[in-house]
């Protein structure tokens, strides 16, 4: 079975701060991972994946992840919040072996950027 | 389509009655998914899409939802008898095929309201 966690429902952070959004999953295999971005009354948009290679990824509008594998984490970051990055984010994952065909999303992060 | 297009936006209905939702995904994604998203809650795995191949409809809550896919583009999400605790945003997905390390395109979703 796949699964994924985001242990923080809110995070709040000042604008111009470094932002952290947490993720961590749990596969039998080795894990496809995502990070989705949710503006109100939206669908989810892509921001990044990790799938091999460089454990640091980089993405959409200056967010990167890293991937850890003995933590089984791939927190989502950026360096300087804006407050246009207020919005809700989903990390998912999808076991590389598993015989699921979908990806399985986190229960969502509310970020708010504070001018 | 330039972007996974859904119908209606908005739909309100009365207990009981039947709701269909429409998805119209990317030209040539031939994986298709329907997930559902309830207020506070993370995205819930509906229904999958692969080609010409049986659907996965390990997701759908009841036999009250079903879903159909016509000639591997246009799909379905059909409501019947429609309860309170259908009340969410339906999301579909579009993908090009269901290698794990395809990201989705999400349409804007529907909102249901059953009153």
């Known amino acids: 079975a796949q699964s994924v966690a985001q242990p923080e429902d809110q995070v709040n952070v000042a604008e111009g701060n470094p932002l952290t959004v947490k993720c961590t999953y749990s596969v039998s295999g080795n894990p496809y991972l995502f990070w989705y971005v949710q503006y109100p009354n939206r669908g989810l948009q892509f921001l990044l994946k990790y799938i091999t290679g460089d454990n640091l990824v980089k993405g959409s509008y200056g967010f990167e992840a890293e991937f850890n594998k003995s933590q089984t984490s791939f927190h989502l970051k950026k360096p300087s919040a804006l407050v246009s990055d207020s919005a809700l984010y989903f990390c998912?994952?999808?076991?590389?072996?598993?015989?699921?065909?979908?990806?399985?999303f986190g229960s969502g992060t509310q970020l708010t950027v504070l001018p | 389509g330039a972007g996974v297009s859904q119908s209606p936006s908005n739909k309100v209905t009365e207990k009981g009655k039947d709701v269909e939702l429409r998805c119209d995904p990317i030209?040539?994604?031939?994986?298709l998914y329907w997930y559902r998203q309830s207020l506070g809650q993370g995205l819930e795995f509906l229904i999958y899409f692969q080609g010409n191949s049986a659907p996965d409809k390990s997701g759908l809550p009841s036999d009250r939802f079903s879903a159909e896919r016509t000639g591997g583009s246009v799909s379905t999400l059909t409501i019947q008898r429609t309860q309170q605790e259908d009340s969410a945003v339906y999301l579909c997905?579009?993908?090009?095929?269901?290698?794990?390390?395809?990201?989705?395109?999400f349409g804007s979703g529907t909102r249901l309201t059953v009153v």
């Open positions: 997905a579009s993908s090009l095929g269901d290698r794990g390390n395809y990201g989705y395109t």
């Open positions: 030209s040539g994604h031939t994986a």
């Open positions: 998912a994952v999808r076991d590389w072996g598993g015989s699921a065909r979908q990806l399985t």
